[in-house]
């Protein structure tokens, strides 16, 4: 079993910054890949980033890529997500997730997840 807290999300301008945090109760958290997802109102959730168990992987979708950073520090068992030159369109509820088995970027393999912290980007 493994329990997931997200924290870092607000109210940011267009160009600014966030880091997102996500801590992870349990002893196993280094046996899992670790992801981002995000939901917009009216939209379905989608997949932002992935960390691989020992932190060398990485995949991100097409837009957030070369602008998120996903990192994990497994002493402390938490997941972070750097978010910098954010976008309106990057408003969301974003969730981190942990998956057993696999590096996947679908969302239905995930075994576990948070229950999301909201950012918003105006314009």
């Known amino acids: 079993q493994l329990q997931l807290v997200e924290s870092g999300g607000g109210l940011v301008q267009a160009g600014g910054s966030l880091r997102l945090s996500c801590a992870a109760s349990g002893r196993t958290f280094s046996s899992y890949t670790m992801g981002w997802f995000r939901q917009a109102p009216g939209k379905e959730r989608e997949f932002v980033a992935s960390?691989?168990?020992?932190?060398?992987?990485?995949n991100y979708a097409d837009s957030v890529k070369g602008r998120f950073t996903i990192s994990r520090d497994n002493a402390k068992n938490t997941v972070y997500l750097q978010m910098n030159s954010l976008k309106p369109a990057d408003t969301a509820v974003y969730y981190c997730?942990?998956?057993?088995?696999?590096?996947?970027?679908?969302?239905?393999?995930?075994?576990?997840w948070g229950q999301g912290t909201q950012v918003t980007v105006s314009s």
């Open positions: 960390i691989s168990r020992g932190g060398v992987g990485t």
């Open positions: 997730a942990a998956e057993r088995n696999g590096f996947s970027i679908v969302g239905e393999e995930y075994d576990y």
